[in-house]
């Protein structure tokens, strides 16, 4: 009994560990994820597993409490009970597929989670996926690298572990040693905006000015797209579309930024494209943040109001003459919104987050680094603009 008692603890132990230690910003870090099914696979009982789940999910997560306290300028227990109300998820599919057994059968109950945690329902908290560190081990290896990798990860979880093991800490080492960031995207340039919460809840006049010259500034003389991070308009109205395209009047620039569109049951949180001869939106965001943004519950109580989900809409969108797969702030950390747009051969990654209520975790290192891991994966150009 104190043997399983010691072994439990260990793997529980274990498994934060890699969570911490994966997702901490880090892209080649990622790997260290690939601990988690073997740990789950070495669960002397379901219960186990459990926590073994859970102190991953957690450890991955650990800035979700600080960051909603900021996001809701509260104290920190709504970001404690959101942080252990979104692990519920994650911990029951991986409860369930549990099994003593480590063989075939543990590879497809470990495959089953793999796929249920990547897509909806469950894949909406599907976050801290194993899966992204397939760009870390496989570069540009593409569908087939995810492939390899999703083999790869369900077999340690049976008795072959240790060949699995051993292939991936050479691959590990191989990709470390000649590792290359992903290209920018030709004539594409991302700009960083330090303006916090103010950041599309200021619709002045000069607030846009600002931002105006911000981008004329800050652009590089071979750039003909800036992009700027989500909610940098604010509202999407007819004033604000026929400013922006005045400002870039007699110019060849293009600016792709982020937006919100009111309707009369909720908003749509969006990217426009502007030129001088038109403007218009071009993506309208699949998931926005579950709770913060996203309320599917109030309809079912009569009451209209938060973002729109749009799901598995608009995977890629065209910006003059590229295809781009756009990704909006969450998007980045789950696994779906991705593979949906490589399925349309994108020439591009464009990748634009609003993290101000984030400041003092990792979470947007957390989103770089995957979107440099899936770009990395898929050999694709990848260009980023964050708010912070």
């Known amino acids: 009994m104190r043997r399983k ?135 540009g290896w593409g569908w087939a690298g995810l492939a390899a990798m999703a083999a790869g990860l369900a077999i340690v979880t049976t008795r072959y572990w240790p060949a699995a093991a051993i292939t991936f800490a050479g691959l590990w080492l191989w990709s470390a040693a000649f590792w290359t960031t992903p290209n920018l995207g030709q004539h594409w340039q991302g700009v960083d905006l330090t303006l916090g919460d103010s950041l599309g809840r200021d619709n002045s006049l000069a607030r846009h000015s600002d931002l105006a010259a911000t981008v004329h500034n800050q652009r590089r003389r071979d750039a003909a797209v800036i992009l700027l991070p989500e909610s940098t308009l604010g509202f999407w109205t ?31 949180n969006v990217l426009v494209s502007i030129s001088e001869h038109e403007a218009e939106v071009i993506y309208r965001e699949r998931m926005p943040v579950p709770g913060s943004m996203w309320q599917p519950w109030l309809a079912l109580v009569g009451r209209a109001g938060g973002a729109r989900a749009h799901f598995f809409v608009n995977p890629v969108a065209s910006v003059g003459s590229s295809r781009i797969a756009p990704l909006i702030c969450y998007e980045l950390l789950i696994v779906w919104p991705i593979l949906q747009s490589m399925i ?30 899936w770009a990395r994966l898929f050999d694709k150009p990848l260009v980023m603009s964050f708010n912070i």
């Open 5 to 139: 008692w010691m072994l439990s603890l260990a793997l529980v132990l274990a498994s934060g560990v890699s969570g911490y230690l994966g997702w901490s910003g880090y892209a080649l870090a990622l790997p260290v994820v690939i601990a988690f099914p073997a740990l789950w696979s070495k669960a002397p009982s379901r219960q186990t597993a459990g926590l073994v789940a859970v102190a991953y999910f957690l450890a991955a997560s650990r800035g979700l409490p600080q960051g909603v306290a900021a996001f809701y300028q509260s104290d920190v227990w709504p970001g404690l009970i959101l942080w252990l109300a979104a692990s519920i998820g994650f911990v029951f599919v991986h409860s369930i597929l549990w099994s003593p057994r480590r063989d075939n059968w543990s590879a497809l109950r470990y495959s089953i989670a793999m796929i249920v945690m990547a897509v909806p329902p469950f894949g909406i908290v599907g976050w801290a996926h194993p899966l992204t560190a397939a760009g870390v081990l496989l570069p």
């Open 238 to 268: 007819p004033t604000v579309r026929r400013f922006w395209q005045d400002k870039l009047s007699g110019s060849d620039l293009t600016v792709v930024a982020g937006a919100a569109i009111v309707g009369s049951d909720g908003y749509d």
């Open 344 to 373: 349309y051969q994108p020439d591009l990654i464009v990748a634009a987050g609003n993290g101000w209520w984030t400041k003092g975790t990792n979470i947007v290192a957390i989103q770089r680094a995957s979107a440099v891991a």
